[in-house]
């Protein structure tokens, strides 16, 4: 089983990071197999993959890499740009998956519609790994650290997850900013000769709660607030935009039959929820509304829907692992 780190020539802040990785160790690194004429540099079960287009059209990278190179591929960190309304400088974090589209919509930014992807287990501490070194290498209060709530592709059925350098040319191209994602992978795969961080382990961890948060803004700030504590692990993270809920006529909400409510948060949540699970076998997967940006409504018809697929929701501080 391989880990695969995927980087693409066609974003300077994708390509920028991986070179950056490739010269912070650069004795650990050999040629690794190729995929579709793309090299890759590998070291131990870890191959650092260099494509030629967008990172979010490659569909399925885990299936084309064993059919390729006979090696099963247990996860997929992308290097990517990312971009803002606010032009803001930030190093953002997220996992993957649009399920709250129909399937006759067009994925704004690939992927496929009603799909989310497991939420790699590495999330959460790696959250907190990267404000670390956004501190450590004093890119930290210029970039914001930030969680992003779950959105675009590729598709892929293995735990994956985006991790970002944002919001404009200026910064995509910041050699500060890459060599900061270069030392979160180093640090949080272990390259650098520490355990790593953010494997998630049945035996180990059986038990432990899964944050899967629901509602707020695309930065998820309240559910932020609590994947920065340690021990909390991260799954999916689905704003209220991907949350499709019409309003329902007063008799609906008077009789309290929430199931009459139309749109695709039912099944974006049944896909989120089913996701995460599989990215954390033994594990309780725990809700955690944003309440506040919730209609009060929406707030009693996503609490019955949850009370319908046994999910419980908790409170901030019912997040942090024992172990």
């Given at each position: 089983?391989?880990?695969?780190?995927?980087?693409t020539?066609?974003?300077?802040?994708?390509?920028?990071?991986?070179?950056?990785?490739?010269?912070?160790?650069?004795?650990?690194?050999?040629p690794?197999?190729?995929?579709?004429?793309?090299?890759?540099?590998?070291?131990?079960?870890?191959?650092?993959?260099?494509?030629?287009?967008?990172?979010?059209?490659?569909?399925?990278?885990?299936?084309?890499?064993?059919?390729?190179?006979?090696?099963?591929?247990?996860?997929?960190?992308?290097?990517?740009?990312?971009?803002?309304?606010?032009?803001?400088?930030?190093?953002?974090?997220?996992?993957?998956?649009?399920?709250?589209?129909?399937?006759?919509?067009?994925?704004?930014?690939?992927?496929?519609?009603?799909?989310?992807?497991?939420?790699?287990?590495?999330?959460?501490?790696?959250?907190r790994?990267?404000?670390?070194?956004?501190?450590?290498?004093?890119?930290?209060?210029?970039?914001?650290?930030?969680?992003?709530?779950t959105?675009?592709?590729?598709?892929?059925?293995?735990?994956?997850?985006?991790?970002?350098?944002?919001?404009?040319?200026?910064?995509?191209?910041?050699?500060?900013?890459?060599?900061?994602?270069?030392?979160?992978?180093?640090?949080?795969?272990?390259?650098?000769?520490?355990?790593?961080?953010?494997?998630?382990?049945?035996?180990?961890?059986?038990?432990?709660?899964?944050?899967?948060?629901?509602?707020?803004?695309?930065?998820?700030?309240?559910?932020?607030?609590?994947?920065?504590?340690?021990?909390?692990?991260?799954?999916?993270?689905?704003?209220?935009?991907?949350?499709?809920m019409?309003?329902?006529?007063?008799?609906?909400?008077k009789?309290?039959?929430?199931?009459?409510?139309?749109?695709?948060?039912?099944?974006a949540?049944?896909?989120?929820?089913?996701?995460?699970?599989?990215?954390?076998?033994?594990?309780?997967?725990?809700?955690?509304?944003?309440?506040?940006?919730?209609?009060?409504?929406?707030?009693?018809?996503?609490?019955?829907?949850?009370?319908?697929?046994?999910?419980?929701?908790?409170?901030?501080?019912?997040?942090?692992?024992?172990?």
């Amino acid at each position: 089983m391989v880990s695969l780190l995927v980087a693409t020539y066609a974003d300077v802040a994708s390509i920028n990071p991986a070179c950056a990785l490739l010269a912070l160790l650069p004795s650990l690194w050999r040629p690794g197999p190729s995929l579709d004429s793309c090299a890759s540099f590998a070291h131990g079960s870890f191959r650092l993959l260099q494509l030629h287009g967008r990172i979010v059209y490659e569909d399925h990278l885990e299936r084309r890499w064993e059919a390729q190179t006979g090696e099963k591929v247990s996860e997929i960190i992308f290097m990517s740009r990312h971009t803002a309304v606010s032009n803001r400088p930030a190093l953002t974090v997220h996992p993957i998956g649009i399920p709250h589209l129909l399937p006759h919509e067009t994925p704004p930014a690939g992927g496929r519609p009603g799909w989310a992807a497991p939420p790699n287990s590495r999330i959460g501490p790696w959250f907190r790994l990267l404000k670390s070194v956004a501190v450590s290498q004093s890119l930290f209060p210029e970039f914001e650290i930030t969680l992003e709530a779950t959105h675009h592709g590729p598709e892929t059925e293995v735990p994956a997850m985006f991790v970002e350098i944002g919001s404009t040319e200026e910064y995509w191209q910041r050699q500060d900013a890459a060599k900061a994602i270069a030392m979160l992978f180093s640090q949080g795969l272990g390259l650098d000769g520490s355990p790593g961080v953010g494997v998630w382990s049945q035996e180990t961890n059986n038990g432990d709660k899964v944050l899967l948060g629901l509602g707020g803004g695309h930065y998820v700030p309240r559910h932020g607030d609590i994947a920065v504590k340690e021990g909390v692990w991260v799954g999916h993270l689905l704003s209220g935009y991907s949350l499709v809920m019409e309003e329902p006529p007063p008799q609906v909400l008077k009789s309290k039959n929430y199931a009459q409510i139309q749109g695709t948060w039912k099944e974006a949540i049944k896909e989120a929820v089913a996701a995460t699970r599989k990215s954390f076998p033994g594990g309780e997967v725990v809700v955690h509304l944003d309440s506040k940006s919730f209609k009060g409504w929406q707030r009693s018809a996503i609490t019955w829907f949850l009370s319908e697929e046994g999910v419980s929701i908790g409170k901030p501080q019912d997040f942090a692992s024992s172990s």
